[in-house]
Protein backbone atom coordinates (compact mmCIF):
# COMPACT_ATOMS: atom_id res chain seq x y z
CA UNK A 1 0.00 0.00 0.00
CA UNK A 2 2.86 2.70 0.60
CA UNK A 3 4.45 1.93 -2.74
CA UNK A 4 0.95 2.45 -4.09
CA UNK A 5 1.04 6.12 -2.35
CA UNK A 6 4.23 6.41 -3.26
CA UNK A 7 4.05 6.10 -7.00
CA UNK A 8 0.75 8.15 -6.73
CA UNK A 9 2.55 10.98 -4.83
CA UNK A 10 5.84 10.89 -7.92
CA UNK A 11 3.02 10.96 -10.87
CA UNK A 12 0.65 13.78 -8.65
CA UNK A 13 4.13 15.71 -8.70
CA UNK A 14 5.12 15.60 -12.78
CA UNK A 15 1.63 16.11 -13.36
CA UNK A 16 2.26 19.24 -11.57
CA UNK A 17 5.73 19.85 -13.09
CA UNK A 18 4.40 19.49 -16.40
CA UNK A 19 1.30 21.44 -16.07
CA UNK A 20 3.66 24.19 -14.15
CA UNK A 21 5.86 24.04 -17.48
CA UNK A 22 3.37 24.32 -19.63
CA UNK A 23 1.52 27.63 -18.29
CA UNK A 24 5.23 28.79 -18.19
CA UNK A 25 5.46 28.35 -21.81
CA UNK A 26 1.88 30.00 -22.49
CA UNK A 27 2.78 32.51 -20.59
CA UNK A 28 5.93 33.50 -22.32
CA UNK A 29 5.05 32.60 -25.75
CA UNK A 30 1.73 35.27 -25.09
CA UNK A 31 4.48 38.36 -23.59
CA UNK A 32 6.04 37.78 -27.15
CA UNK A 33 3.53 38.51 -28.44
CA UNK A 34 2.46 40.93 -26.62
CA UNK A 35 5.85 42.70 -27.01
CA UNK A 36 5.75 41.71 -31.04
CA UNK A 37 2.33 44.24 -30.62
CA UNK A 38 4.55 47.42 -29.12
CA UNK A 39 6.98 47.05 -32.14
CA UNK A 40 4.32 46.93 -34.37
CA UNK A 41 2.84 49.45 -32.81
CA UNK A 42 5.92 51.96 -33.51
CA UNK A 43 6.50 50.90 -36.65
CA UNK A 44 2.92 51.92 -37.63
CA UNK A 45 3.41 55.09 -36.04
CA UNK A 46 6.94 55.43 -38.22
CA UNK A 47 4.98 55.02 -41.15
CA UNK A 48 2.47 57.21 -40.15
CA UNK A 49 5.35 60.01 -39.70
CA UNK A 50 7.11 59.42 -42.89
CA UNK A 51 4.72 61.03 -45.52
CA UNK A 52 4.64 64.13 -43.54
CA UNK A 53 8.37 64.28 -43.58
CA UNK A 54 8.65 63.40 -47.27
CA UNK A 55 5.73 66.23 -48.21
CA UNK A 56 7.78 69.23 -46.10
CA UNK A 57 11.34 67.64 -47.27
CA UNK A 58 9.45 67.75 -51.24
CA UNK A 59 8.35 71.44 -51.03
CA UNK A 60 11.76 72.37 -50.69
CA UNK A 61 13.68 70.39 -52.55
CA UNK A 62 10.98 69.44 -55.66
CA UNK A 63 13.58 67.82 -57.93
CA UNK A 64 14.94 65.13 -55.56
CA UNK A 65 12.24 62.72 -57.33
CA UNK A 66 14.26 59.64 -57.14
CA UNK A 67 14.36 59.95 -53.52
CA UNK A 68 11.03 60.43 -52.56
CA UNK A 69 10.25 57.73 -54.95
CA UNK A 70 12.48 55.42 -52.84
CA UNK A 71 11.28 56.50 -49.82
CA UNK A 72 7.28 55.82 -50.66
CA UNK A 73 8.48 52.35 -52.09
CA UNK A 74 10.00 51.40 -49.37
CA UNK A 75 7.16 52.34 -47.14
CA UNK A 76 4.38 50.59 -49.19
CA UNK A 77 6.73 47.76 -48.98
CA UNK A 78 7.06 47.78 -45.26
CA UNK A 79 3.85 48.40 -44.24
CA UNK A 80 2.32 45.61 -47.23
CA UNK A 81 5.07 43.20 -44.85
CA UNK A 82 2.39 41.69 -42.62
CA UNK A 83 3.94 37.80 -42.09
CA UNK A 84 6.43 36.58 -39.99
CA UNK A 85 8.49 38.63 -38.04
CA UNK A 86 12.06 37.87 -40.57
CA UNK A 87 9.47 39.11 -42.91
CA UNK A 88 8.96 42.00 -41.69
CA UNK A 89 13.01 42.79 -40.69
CA UNK A 90 13.64 41.94 -44.56
CA UNK A 91 11.08 44.75 -45.05
CA UNK A 92 12.39 47.16 -42.95
CA UNK A 93 15.87 47.16 -44.12
CA UNK A 94 15.53 49.10 -47.34
CA UNK A 95 12.70 51.68 -45.46
CA UNK A 96 15.81 52.32 -43.34
CA UNK A 97 18.00 52.88 -45.92
CA UNK A 98 15.54 55.39 -47.92
CA UNK A 99 14.90 57.41 -44.81
CA UNK A 100 18.57 58.11 -44.23
CA UNK A 101 18.99 59.12 -48.10
CA UNK A 102 16.51 61.19 -47.53
CA UNK A 103 17.24 62.73 -44.00
CA UNK A 104 20.77 63.49 -46.58
CA UNK A 105 18.56 65.41 -48.94
CA UNK A 106 18.02 67.68 -45.93
CA UNK A 107 21.58 68.57 -44.90
CA UNK A 108 21.54 70.08 -48.64
CA UNK A 109 19.10 72.50 -48.06
CA UNK A 110 19.56 75.05 -44.81
CA UNK A 111 16.10 76.70 -45.08
CA UNK A 112 14.82 72.97 -44.77
CA UNK A 113 16.81 72.28 -41.54
CA UNK A 114 15.61 75.82 -40.38
CA UNK A 115 11.69 74.48 -40.81
CA UNK A 116 9.87 74.58 -37.73
CA UNK A 117 7.59 71.95 -39.29
CA UNK A 118 10.78 69.83 -40.57
CA UNK A 119 12.56 70.06 -37.23
CA UNK A 120 9.36 68.94 -35.18
CA UNK A 121 9.19 65.61 -37.91
CA UNK A 122 12.34 65.33 -37.30
CA UNK A 123 12.61 64.92 -33.41
CA UNK A 124 9.21 63.12 -33.75
CA UNK A 125 11.23 60.50 -36.11
CA UNK A 126 14.04 60.39 -33.82
CA UNK A 127 11.73 59.53 -30.52
CA UNK A 128 9.81 56.97 -32.62
CA UNK A 129 13.21 54.98 -33.66
CA UNK A 130 14.49 55.58 -30.17
CA UNK A 131 11.06 54.12 -28.84
CA UNK A 132 11.05 51.28 -31.57
CA UNK A 133 14.71 50.36 -30.79
CA UNK A 134 13.25 49.93 -26.97
CA UNK A 135 10.59 47.70 -28.18
CA UNK A 136 12.70 45.55 -30.81
CA UNK A 137 15.17 45.13 -27.75
CA UNK A 138 12.13 44.14 -25.33
CA UNK A 139 11.14 41.59 -27.95
CA UNK A 140 14.21 39.79 -28.41
CA UNK A 141 14.88 39.44 -25.33
CA UNK A 142 11.28 37.48 -24.65
CA UNK A 143 12.01 35.71 -27.57
CA UNK A 144 15.91 34.77 -26.07
CA UNK A 145 14.26 33.93 -22.89
CA UNK A 146 11.65 31.70 -24.51
CA UNK A 147 14.01 30.30 -27.35
CA UNK A 148 16.32 29.14 -24.20
CA UNK A 149 13.50 27.30 -22.94
CA UNK A 150 12.37 25.81 -25.73
CA UNK A 151 15.92 24.26 -26.84
CA UNK A 152 17.17 23.25 -23.29
CA UNK A 153 16.63 19.91 -21.13
CA UNK A 154 14.25 19.08 -20.04
CA UNK A 155 12.19 21.35 -20.85
CA UNK A 156 12.61 20.51 -24.64
CA UNK A 157 11.01 17.23 -24.06
CA UNK A 158 7.36 19.25 -23.38
CA UNK A 159 8.14 21.60 -25.91
CA UNK A 160 7.98 19.18 -28.32
CA UNK A 161 5.22 17.43 -27.04
CA UNK A 162 2.85 20.37 -27.07
CA UNK A 163 3.99 22.15 -30.12
CA UNK A 164 5.82 25.01 -28.79
CA UNK A 165 8.93 25.79 -31.42
CA UNK A 166 11.53 28.76 -31.36
CA UNK A 167 10.44 32.17 -32.31
CA UNK A 168 12.47 34.14 -34.52
CA UNK A 169 14.16 37.32 -33.83
CA UNK A 170 13.67 41.07 -35.03
CA UNK A 171 16.98 41.62 -36.68
CA UNK A 172 17.49 44.38 -39.12
CA UNK A 173 20.67 44.52 -41.18
CA UNK A 174 23.69 45.81 -39.44
CA UNK A 175 24.05 48.80 -42.17
CA UNK A 176 20.16 49.59 -41.55
CA UNK A 177 20.56 49.98 -38.01
CA UNK A 178 23.06 52.73 -38.06
CA UNK A 179 20.72 55.87 -37.03
CA UNK A 180 21.55 58.83 -39.95
CA UNK A 181 23.96 61.65 -39.33
CA UNK A 182 21.88 64.68 -39.17
CA UNK A 183 23.40 68.35 -38.49
CA UNK A 184 21.44 69.90 -36.63
CA UNK A 185 23.74 73.32 -36.11
CA UNK A 186 22.60 74.47 -39.67
CA UNK A 187 25.91 74.47 -40.59
CA UNK A 188 25.95 72.06 -42.95
CA UNK A 189 28.65 69.16 -43.16
CA UNK A 190 29.32 66.43 -40.93
CA UNK A 191 28.42 66.42 -37.64
Not at 29 to 53: G, K, Q, T
Not at 157 to 184: N, T
Request: aromatic share 8%.
Amino acid sequence: MTVLYIVLLAVGVILIAVALSYNRFVSQRNLIRNSWADVDSELRRRYDLIPNLVSTVKGYAAHEKEIFERVAEARSAAVAATGPVDQQATAEAPLVSALRGLLAVAERYPDLKASQNFLGLQHELSNTEDRLQAARRFYNGNVRDYNRRVQSFPSNILAGMFGFHAEKFFEVEEAARAAPAVDMTGQGGTP
